[in-house]
């Protein structure tokens, strides 16, 4: 077998001029002569970046017309080690590989006739427990965002009503005005505290996550997630403080690209920490298992190598008895590919049901859609990932070939 050409594909699904808040997925599809297609995933639908990545992948692509499809390893070093950004690369390199992996990955699935969690080692599991992610911004039909603490409840209860019993919100993003308009928000990546926290500033994300808990009661698991909006210092003074209110984890208390202040925060409060959708491939995790800073990592599939890198990332991750939660938050690709991963992995934490799930455009962009029931995922049973875009969806997107 051998791929003959890549489509990369611009999902239309909204301004993606503007910031966060506005999604462009990038998706590829691998083909090959015979006639056995995958699909692949982007990790830059949100922030800045997706222009790079719809090139990166054109680029990628070039290297890899003639290869055969089922030597995943092969292609990803190849890729890796021969375009010279390969080595050292960040978000944009990484999301270029990763898309491009899963969709090798599909093929590999469908050509052998199953799921793609067979060929990393079996299921583990059939069903999986997820939370209700990002209640910030909003849940179903209730759009946020929010920033009293009385919507913070209110959000809560309703994801409870809609049969989660976890949650993750961020007490930090939204701005302590609640007259701050919505345009200037997304504008600014959310509110940014940098040295220490003013003391209204702490009392009013602190009021956020007790709203979360009165809501809750006892038996909900609630992740603060934070963005990396904070410096090492206020995370450390926000997550002291949270500690009474049960955190099942801190996620992105500060940026991830210095490890050491993961370390200064463990030492402040005692809060399990979780970070990855912003470290890239085994060495971008490697200072972090080696710290034992971390009680959950989240890659994102879609941005830190792929499925061949990633189950990796997760077989070391279960060397420092750390959980996994692959971090979600793109298409009906995107979620696909992690639920397999999560079937096959022994470390599973949990699975991110990210809002971004619930919008119609990825409703209608997938052949099959899936959510969980009563809080639970059933792990897909299809050949390879088990989810490819509609014929209809594809027509619509700004599609580039390379190959063919």
Known sequence: MKIVSVDVMQVPSGNAGSSRGAWSPVVVRVNTDEGISGFGEVGLAYGKGWRAGFGMVQDFAEQIIGMDPMNNEQIWETIFRKTFWGMGGGAIVFAGISAIDIALWDIKGKALNVPCYQLMGGKFRSQMRSYASQLQFGWCDKIGPYGKPEEYRMIAKYALDDGYDAIKVDPVFAPTDPDTPLEKIWGSQGTQI??????????????????????????????????????????????????????????EPTSPENPSNFRHIKQKCDLPLATGERSYTRWGFRQFFEDRTLSVIQPDLCNTGGITETKKICDMAQVYDMGVQIHVCGGPIATAAALQVEAAIPNFTIHEEHNANLKNIFIQAGKYYYKPENGYYTVPDLPGIGQEMTDEFLATCRKVVIGG
């Open 194 to 251: 940098r040295g220490c926290y003013r003391q209204h500033d702490l009392q009013r994300s602190v009021e956020r996550i007790a709203a979360c808990r009165e809501a809750g009661g006892p038996d909900m698991d609630i992740i603060v997630e934070i963005h990396s909006l904070l410096d090492a210092n206020p995370a450390a003074e926000l997550g002291k403080a949270l500690e009474p209110l049960h955190i099942m984890y801190f996620e």
